[in-house]
C-alpha cells in the first residue's frame, strides 16, 4: 500500500525501502527507447551544444545535479516554476539549483535589487559592504546558535573551516561523522571514507592516510556513534561530530529527534564540538532550519548556498563567538593565534544582499508554513497514483523538501553486512540505473527533478501541483 510517511521516521522509511528494492518495478523497454527518442527529436540543439563542450569541458558537463541521461539539456531561462532548454522546451523546475530558489527562479524582488546594485559598485570590491552586517544580522536573528557568523564561498569551504575551528578549539584532531553524509568535496570527510577500499569509491586521487583521524557511523545508532566516542577518547579524544541536519541526502535516510538529542548529549560528554551541516535545510525546511525542528543547539552551523536565495559565491559558517571569534579577521588584525581563511570573492555585496532579500521574503510570504502545505498536499497525490498503477514507493517529505522514491537506491547498502561486496555494489548499479530511467522519464514529461528520488518545491511551484502529479502519473504508466 502506497501511503505519505512521517519524514524523520526513520524504522518506517526504512522498512518500506526494503519493500520497494524487493518488488521494484521497471519501465518498459519500449518506454525507454521511446523517451530516449523524445530527446533526440525534441532536444537536438541541446545535444549538439553538450558534444561541442565536451571538447573544451570534461565530459561535456559541470553540474552533478544535472539530468545528463541520456544527455545534458541546455537551459536559457529560468523563472518562477520553469526551465526552458535551447530548443524551446519548457519544464517544471524540481531542482531549484539543488534547493536554493526557495521563492522560485530569478525571483523578481532580489533580480531587480541585484541589478540596481550592479550599476552602481560591481558584484565585488574586496573591501567591506554593510550587505555583510545586513545578512548576518538576518542570520543571527532565525537562528539562535549563531552568535557570530563569517561568509564563505561554498557549503565546502564552510565545512572545512568548521574541521579546521573545531580542531584549534578543542586542540583535538579525531573526527566522527555518519555514513553516507555528505560535507563537501574536502578529503578528509567525504561521503563514506571508511569505505575506501572499495574500487569504485568516491576516493579517487586521496591519500589512504588522510582519514586516519575520521571515523564514520550508522545512521541512527547513538550505540555506534558512542563507542566511536569511546575509542577515540582513548586516542587523544574527538573534536567534532559531523552531520547532515535532517540525515542522508537531504534527509533520505532522516535522523530522528531522539537520535539528535543524544547525538549532543554525548558531544558534551566527551568534549566534542557538534556540527550541523544546514547547506541544505538552513531556511528550507523552516526559518530556524533542521535546529530549530528538533530543539538542539549545535556549536557550529554550516550554511550553504541558500543563505544567498540562489546567486552565486554563497556559503558561511556560524556558531558560538568564542569559537568563531578564533577566526581570522582582514590585514591589522592580529592573526598569530588566529585559524586562517580567506576568499576574494567571500562576502562580496551581491550575493548578501541577495541572501538578505531572500530572508526577508521569506518572512513576508509566510513561505514555509505554504511550502508544507504544498509537499504534504502533492505527496498524498504521488502516493493515489501510485496505488493506482500498483508501484512500489516511497513516499515523504521534510516541508518543501520531497522524496517520491521507486527504487530505494539510497537505502541498498544499509540491507547489506559487507557494502563493500560485489553483491551489494551490483545493488547499488542496478537501483542507480532505474533511478537515471526514472529521472529521464520525468524530464520528458515536463519535470525536473534532481537524481530522480526527491524533489524540492518553491512558492513559484505551489500553482502546478497538480500538473506536476499528472507528470508523475504520466511516467507511472509506462511501468510494467
Same mark, same amino acid.
Given at each position: 500500500m502506497a501511503k505519505v510517511l512521517n519524514g524523520f521516521d526513520y524504522a518506517l522509511i526504512h522498512q518500506q525501502a526494503g519493500y520497494v528494492i524487493q518488488h521494484r518495478k521497471r519501465m518498459k523497454p519500449e518506454q525507454i527507447e521511446a523517451y530516449k527518442q523524445h530527446f533526440e527529436t525534441c532536444c537536438a540543439t541541446s545535444k549538439k551544444q553538450v558534444t561541442l563542450a565536451a571538447e573544451a569541458i570534461p565530459h561535456g558537463i559541470q553540474h552533478n545535479l544535472a539530468n545528463n541521461y541520456p544527455f545534458a539539456l541546455s537551459i536559457v531561462k529560468a523563472v518562477d516554476a520553469f526551465l526552458y532548454d535551447v530548443d524551446g522546451n519548457r519544464y517544471y523546475d524540481m531542482l531549484q539549483a539543488g534547493g536554493p530558489t526557495i521563492l522560485g527562479s530569478n525571483y523578481p524582488v532580489i533580480r531587480d535589487k541585484v541589478i540596481e546594485l550592479i550599476r552602481e559598485c560591481g558584484p565585488v570590491s574586496g573591501m567591506y559592504s554593510n550587505y555583510e552586517y545586513e545578512l548576518a544580522s538576518r542570520i543571527k536573528k532565525y537562528f539562535p546558535t549563531v552568535e557570530r557568523f563569517r561568509m564563505m564561498g561554498s557549503g565546502t569551504e564552510a565545512d572545512i573551516i568548521a574541521l579546521r575551528l573545531a580542531r584549534a578549539f578543542t586542540g583535538k584532531k579525531y573526527i566522527i561523522r555518519i555514513q553516507n553524509n555528505y560535507h563537501g568535496w574536502s578529503d578528509q570527510i567525504i561521503y563514506n571514507n571508511n569505505e575506501i577500499k572499495t574500487p569504485d569509491s568516491l576516493h579517487h586521487g586521496i591519500p589512504t592516510e588522510v582519514f586516519q583521524y575520521t571515523t564514520a557511523v550508522p545512521t541512527g545508532d547513538l550505540e555506534a556513534l558512542e563507542k566511536a566516542f569511546i575509542k577515540q577518547q582513548e586516542l587523544g579524544g574527538t573534536a567534532t561530530f559531523f552531520a547532515e541536519a535532517i540525515g542522508r541526502d537531504s534527509g533520505a535516510l532522516p535522523l530522528t529527534r531522539e537520535y539528535q538529542l543524544g547525538a549532543e548529549q554525548l558531544c558534551r560528554k566527551y568534549g566534542a564540538l557538534l556540527v550541523y551541516d544546514e547547506v541544505v535545510t538552513a531556511f528550507r525546511v523552516g526559518m530556524r532550519g533542521a535546529q530549530g525542528f528538533y530543539g538542539t543547539k549545535p556549536d557550529i552551523t554550516v550554511f550553504g548556498k541558500i543563505i544567498a *536565495?540562489?546567486?552565486?559565491? $554563497? *556559503? %558561511?559558517? *556560524? %556558531?558560538? $563567538?568564542?569559537?568563531? &571569534?578564533?577566526? $581570522? $579577521? *582582514?590585514?591589522?588584525? &592580529?592573526?598569530?593565534?588566529a585559524v586562517r581563511v580567506g576568499g576574494t570573492m567571500t562576502a562580496n555585496p551581491l550575493s548578501c544582499l541577495a541572501g538578505a532579500t531572500a530572508i526577508d521574503e521569506l518572512e513576508r510570504t509566510d513561505a514555509h508554513k505554504k511550502l508544507d502545505e504544498g509537499g504534504e498536499y502533492l505527496c498524498h497525490k504521488i502516493a493515489e497514483l501510485a496505488e493506482k498503477y500498483e508501484i512500489p514507493v516511497l513516499v515523504f517529505h521534510q516541508g518543501s523538501i520531497l522524496h517520491i522514491d521507486i527504487t530505494g537506491v539510497q537505502h541498498v547498502p544499509t540491507f547489506y553486512e559487507d557494502p563493500n561486496s560485489q553483491e551489494c555494489k551490483d545493488a547499488v548499479n542496478e537501483a542507480t540505473r532505474a533511478t537515471t530511467e526514472f529521472t529521464m522519464a520525468l524530464a520528458a514529461e515536463g519535470v525536473i527533478v534532481p537524481s530522480g528520488n526527491k524533489a524540492y518545491l518553491s512558492l513559484a511551484t505551489l500553482p502546478h501541483l497538480d500538473e506536476i502529479a499528472a507528470a508523475y502519473e504520466r511516467v507511472f504508466q509506462k511501468y510494467a
Open positions: *536565495g540562489g546567486y552565486p559565491g $554563497a *556559503g %558561511g559558517i *556560524g %556558531g558560538r $563567538a568564542e569559537i568563531i &571569534d578564533m577566526l $581570522a $579577521a *582582514g590585514q591589522g588584525t &592580529d592573526q598569530t593565534k
